[in-house]
């Protein structure tokens, strides 16, 4: 019998199963936020508040870049789980040369207007004038280095749509790493500032691609990765297809809600540097309330798209359970913590007086996004896992752009809550995905295996 690492998920124990397939998710994750965290920190600790600003802002225009990447590797990773959950594994090596050189495209192609509109993009984003040059240095490289995120998102993905969570948090464990080391050249020792933490980040991107390539190429026997160059010249068209109808709802719903980001911070960075600076430690802190909850909604979509696949749909039920106690669980110990101890956290990026008052006064709208993370993660996993793509597209404008960017602006400018009031629109913007997939849920409509085309 052919040794094989891809897992089945539509029998045994499910909260065993959801558990070992998230927690080297969760520390993968969490090595992410740390790494984005060493940057913050080296470069607030060595350039204060303009540094903490630049970084802030570079790092909101270098994560909406991403949305193509998130939305379609999300896609992809239900598709794989799909083939996989209905026996369909012969199709996994076309499927995946397929979506590796579409997003090769997409990654090059959003690069190069990024960088054509790169200062244009920061004065929209009402950039600090003390740390526009900062900025502008951090997203510049961070435009250039795109593809090798772009592969990384794509790599993960297929592991992680066959069940395997344990190699990618290798991968990036050495990112982390390398980025931590690199963080200390370049900005401590080369004094290259917000552009050196940049740097750090992409070069620490790629060495984790380029491994996690070999790993897959050496092992694609193992994975049934049958596949060959054709694979990714001449692209399946019913399968890019498939991809581009359930991939496209998911990169508008990550790109509808980082523009709404970016709209809402755009306004924050208008109320000054301290704000803007607060704004980066905020993101970082949301950061943080996203681990557990997106290591089970991206092993909940796994899970629940092999079984929605094999016909098992109480086991559907099961694992939307077990992934509410264990995020609501979550979402309450954290929350103590930061009620408990604000002074504390917030002061490992900063020590600036008018800093840390803001971040006093953001504890309570931190604890809504904490509950926010927990609720959608779960439906989020269903949404996603039932590759119901009108779904996804709903959930996208609504809690995307209408709700979001609504708030925002009811609080902030109607209310006259300025900088809280933004923050806190969004925040409860956060709970419109598990509404929806509530909804959705009752309505038994998830219910609908993939079609099974040759």
Known sequence: MQKTQIRDFTSGNITKQLVSFAWPLFLSNLLQVVYNMVDMIIVGNSLGKIGISAVSVGGDVSHFMTFVAMGFASAGQVLIARYIGGKQDDKIGRFVGTMSSFLLVCALFISTVCLILRTPILTVMNTPKESFAGALAYSTISMVGLVFVYGYNVVSAILRGMGDSKHPFIFISMAAILNLILDVVFVLLLKMGAGGAALATIMSQAVSFISCVIFLAKNKKEFKLDISMRDFIIWDKEMLMSLIKLGLPMAIKSA???????????????????????????????????????????????????????????????????????????????????????????????????????????????????????????????????????????????????????????????LDMKHYGFWLGDAIAGFTPFFIGLVFYMSGKWKRKMERKA
């Open 256 to 414: 509808s809600i980082q523009v709404s980001k970016l709209f809402v911070n755009s306004w924050i960075n208008s109320y000054g540097v301290a704000v803007s600076a607060f704004a980066g430690i905020a993101n970082k802190v949301a950061s943080i309330s996203n681990l557990i909850s997106n290591a089970l909604n991206t092993a909940g979509s796994t899970m629940v798209g092999q079984n929605i696949a094999a016909g098992e749909f109480k086991r559907v039920t099961k694992i939307l359970l077990r992934m509410a106690s264990i995020t609501l669980t979550i979402a309450v110990i954290i929350s103590l913590v930061i009620i408990a101890f604000p002074t504390q956290i917030f002061g490992i990026f900063t020590s600036e007086a008018d800093v840390m008052e803001i971040g006093r006064n953001y504890v309570p709208i931190a604890v809504l996004l904490f509950f926010g993370s927990a609720m959608r993660a779960i439906m989020n996993a269903l949404i996603n896992g039932s590759g119901h793509y009108k779904i996804n597209f709903a959930t996208a404008i609504l809690d995307g752009i209408v709700l979001r960017i609504g708030l925002a602006l009811l609080f902030g400018l109607a």
